[in-house]
């Protein structure tokens, strides 16, 4: 089974095998070897990170300056990427574990589509990734020794300049350049899992919803429903279904997986440790213990919510102004190369580049709303759940609080700025398409 904490690992080894990262161990203090061995890609991220920038202080144009910045934006990025994963790996894969032990709990509502969207989505980023690498190195690969054109624009001293050196200097950026290329596929992978595995669980929590507490048809005159006592709150459950364009509803802002959530009052008897959901059935035969169940998987899923927005906020954000940066300067220099009759290989280059960056955006926030929209639909099932007459005070009281909490769907944000979901995408798009039109206006660089 190719749950979502499973495909984490599997990347976090192939990146450590092919980076030796070792983010893979589990370890609070890695051992010697991969102490030792991480070294050499923060090395040569750090080396090719300050000679690009030298390269751009030096710029004697602003078609070098660009030209540096294409690809010197990942790799400074990957970088800082690389080493916020070390200093928080310990933290991640207590993340993973606990995605272990919601997927045993939530093992009863597991259905065949669960993984499929999250596996989509690896394999998509992973094949885009290695395909826009290739391309690019094949761009420069048969570069002129006396000119070098290297796959990242870096000042180099004369001494090496020459063409026994070159190759040197050449091959140490293509290892760079799979450092960059799998640690960003890793994060991209860790950013997916995440996301989807605070959807399934929502979902997964719907279901048991909609399969224990919900009627069929018209509503039993032996039931009632909680929505209905709360003056019109979350009484029409349409009114909270969020637009095509993200969650939208008036006087409510979306609850942010980061911030404080006030825990549901468990008025309700609980044991210390949850147990799993029963099978689904057609009402529930015991009401108030399949709720104790439901409220304790939701502090549950809140709570992985709430560590793995956290978690991945910075990178979020560093992921978003990374790719807004490299979509824009990417897609002007593709086009200054498109009208330079030979440089048809160096366009293809740019291109590939800029079409991954551009794609990877578009998964993120895809994925982003997903999550939230999966908030919303545990919330819908609960506003048409039906109870018995006979629902204790204590249990009543508890689900009013449930039914509350659920108004707030779980988010990942970068850094509090902005909400990860497809609405924000049209901002970004609407930055880059501004100063795309500005530069060209300009003719910046174009002589």
Same mark, same amino acid.
Not at 23 to 50: D, E, F, I, S
Not at 51 to 66: F, H
Not at 120 to 138: E, N, R, Y
Not at 181 to 208: C, D, H, K, P, W
């Given at each position: 089974?190719?749950?979502?904490?499973?495909?984490?690992?599997?990347?976090?080894?192939?990146?450590?095998?092919?980076?030796?990262?070792?983010?893979?161990?589990?370890?609070?203090?890695?051992?010697?070897?991969?102490?030792?061995?991480?070294?050499?890609?923060?090395?040569?991220?750090?080396?090719?990170?300050?000679?690009?920038?030298?390269?751009?202080?030096?710029?004697?144009?602003?078609?070098?300056?660009?030209?540096?910045?294409?690809?010197?934006?990942?790799?400074?990025?990957?970088?800082?990427?690389?080493?916020?994963?070390?200093?928080?790996?310990?933290?991640?894969?207590?993340?993973?574990?606990?995605?272990?032990?919601?997927?045993?709990?939530?093992?009863?509502?597991?259905?065949?589509?669960?993984?499929?969207?999250?596996?989509?989505? $690896? !394999?998509?980023?992973?094949?885009?990734?290695?395909? *826009?690498?290739? %391309?690019?190195?094949?761009?420069?690969?048969? =570069? #002129? +020794?006396?000119?070098?054109?290297?796959?990242?624009?870096?000042?180099?001293?004369?001494?090496?300049?020459?063409?026994?050196?070159?190759?040197?200097?050449?091959?140490?950026?293509?290892?760079?350049?799979?450092?960059?290329?799998?640690?960003?596929?890793?994060?991209?992978?860790?950013?997916?899992?995440?996301?989807?595995?605070?959807?399934?669980?929502?979902?997964?929590?719907?279901?048991?919803?909609?399969?224990?507490?919900?009627?069929?048809?018209?509503?039993?005159?032996?039931?009632?429903?909680?929505?209905?006592?709360?003056?019109?709150?979350?009484?029409?459950?349409?009114?909270?279904?969020?637009?095509?364009?993200?969650?939208?509803?008036?006087?409510?802002?979306?609850?942010?997986?980061?911030?404080?959530?006030?825990? $549901? !009052?468990?008025?309700?008897?609980?044991?210390?440790? *949850?147990?799993? %959901?029963?099978?689904?059935?057609?009402?529930? =035969? #015991? +009401?108030?213990?399949?709720?104790?169940?439901?409220?304790?998987?939701?502090?549950?899923?809140?709570?992985?919510?709430?560590?793995?927005?956290?978690?991945?906020?910075?990178?979020?954000?560093?992921?978003?102004?990374?790719?807004?940066?490299?979509?824009?300067?990417?897609?002007?220099?593709?086009?200054?190369?498109?009208?330079?009759?030979?440089?048809?290989?160096?366009?293809?280059?740019?291109?590939?580049?800029?079409?991954?960056?551009?794609?990877?955006?578009?998964?993120?926030?895809?994925?982003?709303?997903?999550?939230?929209?999966?908030?919303?639909?545990?919330?819908?099932?609960?506003?048409?759940?039906?109870?018995?007459?006979?629902?204790?005070?204590?249990?009543?009281?508890?689900?009013?609080?449930?039914?509350?909490?659920?108004?707030?769907?779980?988010?990942?944000?970068?850094?509090?700025?902005?909400?990860?979901?497809?609405?924000?995408?049209?901002?970004?798009?609407?930055?880059?398409?501004?100063?795309?039109?500005?530069?060209?206006?300009?003719?910046?660089?174009?002589?």
């Amino acid at each position: 089974m190719w749950s979502h904490a499973r495909l984490v690992r599997l990347a976090l080894v192939l990146s450590s095998a092919l980076t030796l990262s070792g983010l893979h161990q589990q370890r609070t203090r890695l051992p010697a070897g991969w102490r030792v061995a991480r070294l050499l890609p923060l090395t040569l991220l750090a080396a090719n990170g300050a000679a690009n920038l030298a390269y751009i202080a030096g710029a004697d144009s602003a078609w070098q300056v660009l030209d540096g910045l294409s690809v010197g934006i990942s790799v400074n990025f990957t970088l800082l990427l690389l080493v916020y994963l070390h200093c928080r790996r310990r933290q991640l894969h207590e993340l993973l574990g606990g995605i272990d032990r919601l997927e045993a709990a939530t093992a009863a509502g597991r259905r065949p589509p669960d993984y499929r969207a999250v596996r989509a989505l $690896v !394999a998509l980023a992973f094949t885009t990734s290695v395909s *826009a690498m290739v %391309l690019w190195i094949g761009a420069f690969g048969g =570069a #002129d +020794t006396n000119r070098p054109k290297l796959v990242v624009k870096v000042w180099m001293p004369e001494s090496l300049r020459d063409s026994s050196f070159y190759w040197v200097v050449f091959a140490t950026q293509i290892v760079c350049t799979v450092v960059i290329t799998m640690t960003l596929a890793v994060f991209n992978v860790i950013l997916y899992a995440l996301m989807g595995a605070v959807e399934l669980f929502q979902e997964r929590l719907s279901r048991f919803c909609q399969e224990n507490f919900c009627t069929t048809g018209q509503p039993n005159a032996n039931t009632f429903s909680i929505a209905n006592e709360l003056d019109g709150t979350a009484s029409n459950p349409s009114a909270t279904r969020p637009s095509r364009h993200g969650v939208q509803k008036s006087n409510v802002m979306p609850f942010s997986a980061e911030s404080d959530a006030d825990e $549901v !009052a468990d008025s309700l008897e609980a044991g210390s440790a *949850a147990p799993p %959901l029963p099978a689904p059935g057609p009402l529930c =035969a #015991d +009401t108030e213990r399949c709720l104790r169940l439901l409220i304790e998987e939701f502090r549950s899923v809140r709570q992985l919510a709430t560590e793995a927005a956290e978690l991945c906020s910075m990178p979020i954000f560093w992921v978003h102004s990374s790719y807004t940066g490299a979509l824009l300067v990417g897609s002007y220099i593709t086009i200054a190369h498109s009208l330079a009759a030979h440089s048809g290989r160096e366009a293809l280059g740019f291109a590939s580049y800029t079409a991954v960056n551009m794609l990877q955006l578009l998964l993120v926030s895809w994925a982003g709303s997903r999550a939230t929209e999966r908030g919303w639909r545990l919330h819908r099932a609960l506003a048409e759940a039906r109870w018995p007459p006979a629902l204790s005070p204590a249990a009543r009281f508890c689900v009013q609080q449930l039914l509350e909490q659920t108004r707030r769907p779980a988010t990942f944000d970068g850094c509090g700025v902005f909400v990860v979901q497809k609405a924000n995408l049209l901002s970004l798009l609407g930055f880059v398409l501004t100063y795309f039109v500005i530069m060209l206006q300009m003719r910046v660089a174009l002589g």
